[in-house]
């Protein structure tokens, strides 16, 4: 039963344009939404967040969408970069004592030069 | 701060031999999380501690998978004995606890482990 899906597991864009990755949810009691980026041989690293009473947050190159009614949100990055080339993992958090975290299965990205 | 630290970085072993996978958090973190990273999962919780404590063991595939943290700075999780689909990059990562926020979970290298 997975909780918050990725439905794309790769994604090509060309340097400069936009990369738009997408996730959807199932569980209505999530409260927060974040997404996380993944190099080769790293860990996730923690990239922006968005709280369930905001329909969008930005931070330099990237923004999060949430639109709750449809339980999806999605990640912008503009303009997309090679170095941005990374798997992006979406996670929504639920606090049962702490905030645990859902983790999508994750979705590849590839900015080409 | 040299971030959550995880050992050994990289485990070879036989079908049927014990694992012992190693975290140290980051001080003065109160939560404690370990994951299995897997191509068709992607990132599954597998336990997490609160001030030491197991909250949730839900994700904890089978009775040959067991975790402890015996104290704030180390915790370890084991497999006995190892299969070979047990196969994967298991990350620990610790969070803060601060009231009112969603607590960024901090990950380590993560340590990459083949069952053979």
């Known amino acids: 039963d997975q909780q918050v899906k990725q439905n794309s597991p790769s994604l090509s864009v060309q340097e400069g344009r936009i990369s738009i990755l997408n996730c959807d949810y199932t569980?209505?009691?999530?409260?927060?939404f974040l997404w996380y980026k993944k190099y080769p041989a790293e860990g996730p690293t923690f990239l922006i967040s968005?709280?369930?009473?905001?329909d969008k947050n930005e931070d330099g190159r990237f923004t999060v969408f949430l639109n709750k009614s449809a339980k999806h949100l999605s990640l912008h990055i503009v303009p997309s970069q090679p170095g941005d080339s990374a798997v992006y993992f979406c996670?929504?958090?639920?606090?049962?004592?702490?905030?645990?975290?859902?983790f999508g299965t994750g979705t590849r990205l590839k900015v080409l030069a | 701060d040299a971030g959550v630290i995880q050992s050994p970085r990289h485990e070879v072993t036989e079908m049927g031999q014990e694992v012992t996978l190693r975290c140290k958090p980051i001080?003065?973190?109160?939560?404690l999380f370990w994951y299995r990273q897997t191509m068709m999962r992607g990132l599954e919780l597998l336990i997490y501690?609160?001030?030491?404590?197991?909250?949730?063991d839900s994700g904890m595939p089978e009775d040959r998978f067991s975790a402890k943290m015996p104290n704030a700075s180390f915790s370890t999780l084991k497999i006995q004995p190892s299969e070979p689909r047990d196969s994967a990059v298991y990350f620990c990562?610790?969070?803060?606890?601060?009231?009112?926020?969603?607590?960024?979970?901090?990950f380590g290298p993560g340590t990459r482990l083949t069952v053979l």
């Open positions: 569980n209505s009691m999530f409260d927060y």
């Open positions: 501690f609160n001030n030491n404590v197991p909250i949730d």
């Open positions: 968005i709280s369930s009473i905001k």
């Open positions: 996670a929504a958090s639920v606090f049962t004592g702490t905030y645990k975290y859902i």
């Open positions: 990562a610790s969070s803060p606890q601060l009231a009112g926020e969603y607590n960024e979970q901090f």
């Open positions: 001080s003065g973190h109160n939560s």
